[in-house]
């Protein structure tokens, strides 16, 4: 069973897109910008012990695009 561990302010610079990631959703960047914006950001982005994300790569793109500096992240070991 893997252990989780949260962390509130985790920097945005160690975090590593997943090179391999399937997705191609750019266009739902600014969409989810705004829904930020309106509803606030409550789900964390979870990256594995390196920071390589495991789900959360639009989250983290849009977080970047605002200039955001930490993110809330569950790091799955």
Not at 17 to 34: F, Q, T, W
Not at 48 to 54: H, P, Q, S
Not at 60 to 75: D, F, N, S
């Amino acid at each position: 069973m893997s252990e989780l561990e949260y962390i509130e302010d985790y920097p945005i610079k160690k975090i590593k897109p997943y090179e391999r990631n399937a997705r191609k959703n750019d266009a739902a960047v600014p969409v989810l910008i705004n829904a930020m914006q309106t509803l606030g950001n409550n789900d964390p982005i979870e990256v594995n012990e390196e920071g390589v994300i495991l789900a959360g790569h639009t989250r983290y793109k849009a977080l970047k695009e605002q200039g955001c500096k930490t993110a809330r992240v569950i790091v799955v070991k």
